[in-house]
């Protein structure tokens, strides 16, 4: 057991202990009785409660520390509870034989903290079970407002539908979805960020709402199918890379008012025929259109 003492000023002091309960390795947080499960060697199926007891004190656990099942090449399932709200940088990387993540509820799963690509489980597993049923078809929760950082990056999800009560999805919350064919956005979000839906291979279609401003940096970037932009008639930005290596993309309705069109925003978009460019573009960034091979007409 390792206990490391720590201080703030005068106001704080608690101490973290270093345990094994059961078959995981944590770090608890004595002076907020909460717990981290930490790094160990991992194989089989786990399944992380949502709270242990130590020494007669009960600890909720919140959080999967940064490297704490990576290079677990034999971990092939984990289970998440509700009480976990972050999951550090690198908390699954390499874990090569995982198939299956298991949660028990949606919205706290869109709610958590993830650190980096390879904090999500889903990276490499691909398969998410809810309350033991494998979700390939998702609909959101009208109770969310907020979809996190990679929260269903690496997904086998097949379709998604993303209700009104949503404002926000974060940075490549859906990237690499490469099984994923059907998409409904909220008509809520004003903007489509960073790499949201980069990677996503299978795609053939996409309905931009009119509330979105602006589409950002890779946000479809490696959409090899992607040949159909509908509506967004109120883009005035389109961000570096964001349809880059589209090359199913035939035509793209440029809006009235778009104003900006980034980096290498259509690069190796070979499919795209013809450009028809609005006056009201006033920034066309370097290599916007390269290998654009198919093009015919400006």
Same mark, same amino acid.
């Not at 194989?43 to 940064?66: A, F, L, M």
């Given at each position: 057991?390792? /206990?490391? /003492?720590?201080?703030?000023?005068?106001?704080?002091?608690?101490d973290y202990e270093h345990v094994q309960?059961?078959?995981?390795?944590?770090?608890l947080d004595?002076?907020?009785?909460?717990?981290e499960v930490t790094l160990g060697s991992y194989s089989g199926s786990k399944i992380i409660p949502d709270s242990v007891t130590y020494n007669s004190i009960t600890y909720s656990v919140t959080r999967i520390g940064?490297?704490?099942?990576?290079?677990?090449? !034999?971990?092939?399932?984990?289970?998440?509870?509700?009480?976990?709200?972050?999951?550090?940088?690198?908390?699954? !990387?390499?874990?090569?034989?995982?198939?299956?993540?298991?949660?028990?509820?949606?919205a706290a799963w869109c709610a958590i903290s993830f650190e980096g690509e390879y904090s999500n489980p889903l990276s490499y597993a691909h398969k998410i079970y809810l309350n033991g049923t494998l979700v390939t078809d998702l609909i959101i929760p009208?109770?969310?407002?907020?979809?996190?950082?990679?929260?269903?990056?690496?997904?086998?999800?097949? !379709?998604?539908?993303?209700?009104?009560?949503?404002?926000?999805?974060? /940075?490549?919350?859906?990237?690499?979805?490469?099984?994923l064919t059907s998409i409904i956005l909220s008509n809520k979000i004003t903007s489509i960020g960073e790499s949201i839906f980069l990677g996503c291979s299978s795609l053939t279609a996409i309905t931009i709402p009119n509330s979105v401003t602006s589409i950002g940096k890779g946000a479809f970037a490696s959409c090899s199918k992607l040949s159909t932009v509908l509506d967004g008639n109120n883009v005035t930005s389109i961000g570096v890379s964001a349809?880059?290596?589209?090359?199913?993309?035939?035509?793209?309705?440029?809006?009235?008012?778009v104003t900006s069109i980034g980096d290498g925003a259509f690069y190796g978009c070979s499919s795209l025929h013809s450009i028809t460019l609005p006056n009201s573009v006033s920034i066309i960034g370097e290599n916007s259109f390269r290998d654009c091979s198919g093009v015919k007409t400006l």
């Amino acid at each position: 057991m390792l /206990a490391i /003492a720590a201080s703030i000023g005068t106001m704080y002091a608690w101490d973290y202990e270093h345990v094994q309960i059961g078959k995981l390795y944590y770090n608890l947080d004595t002076g907020h009785q909460t717990a981290e499960v930490t790094l160990g060697s991992y194989s089989g199926s786990k399944i992380i409660p949502d709270s242990v007891t130590y020494n007669s004190i009960t600890y909720s656990v919140t959080r999967i520390g940064q490297d704490a099942f990576s290079f677990s090449t !034999s971990l092939t399932s984990i289970t998440i509870p509700n009480s976990v709200t972050s999951i550090g940088n690198w908390a699954f !990387s390499n874990c090569s034989d995982l198939k299956s993540v298991r949660i028990f509820d949606i919205a706290a799963w869109c709610a958590i903290s993830f650190e980096g690509e390879y904090s999500n489980p889903l990276s490499y597993a691909h398969k998410i079970y809810l309350n033991g049923t494998l979700v390939t078809d998702l609909i959101i929760p009208d109770s969310v407002t907020s979809i996190g950082d990679y929260a269903f990056s690496g997904s086998g999800l097949t !379709s998604i539908i993303i209700p009104n009560s949503v404002t926000n999805i974060g /940075a490549s919350a859906f990237g690499f979805c490469s099984s994923l064919t059907s998409i409904i956005l909220s008509n809520k979000i004003t903007s489509i960020g960073e790499s949201i839906f980069l990677g996503c291979s299978s795609l053939t279609a996409i309905t931009i709402p009119n509330s979105v401003t602006s589409i950002g940096k890779g946000a479809f970037a490696s959409c090899s199918k992607l040949s159909t932009v509908l509506d967004g008639n109120n883009v005035t930005s389109i961000g570096v890379s964001a349809f880059a290596f589209c090359s199913s993309l035939t035509s793209f309705a440029f809006p009235s008012g778009v104003t900006s069109i980034g980096d290498g925003a259509f690069y190796g978009c070979s499919s795209l025929h013809s450009i028809t460019l609005p006056n009201s573009v006033s920034i066309i960034g370097e290599n916007s259109f390269r290998d654009c091979s198919g093009v015919k007409t400006l």
